[in-house]
């Protein structure tokens, strides 16, 4: 019997129901990336854009962009992962769960 690789390619301790996070540099990253991923993944549903100042500093431009993310109904797959990574990155940021 096979496994769903679900079960076989995320790490034991990975929530694959929990909220991800891109962390982006710009609100402008952040847009552009929920923009890409609500066109490729409708199943993601709607996405939202939140401001992360970082701890201790007033200023603008030493703010985070988030672009939080809920799981779709079915869990988070490998291969949405894979997308999600793909994004954040071309987009000069990250993934983190949330």
Known sequence: ?????????????????????????????????????????????????????LAGEDDAEDAQWLVVVEAPETGWTPAHLRALDAVAVSHEGWREEG
Not at 16 to 32: I, K, Q, S, T, W
């Open 1 to 53: 019997m096979t496994e769903s690789p679900t079960t076989t390619d995320l790490p034991d301790d990975f929530d694959p129901h929990g909220r991800l996070l891109l962390v982006l540099p710009d609100r402008d990253a952040a847009e552009e990336a929920s923009e890409e991923l609500s066109a490729d993944h409708p199943d993601l549903g709607e996405l939202e854009i939140v401001r992360d100042a």
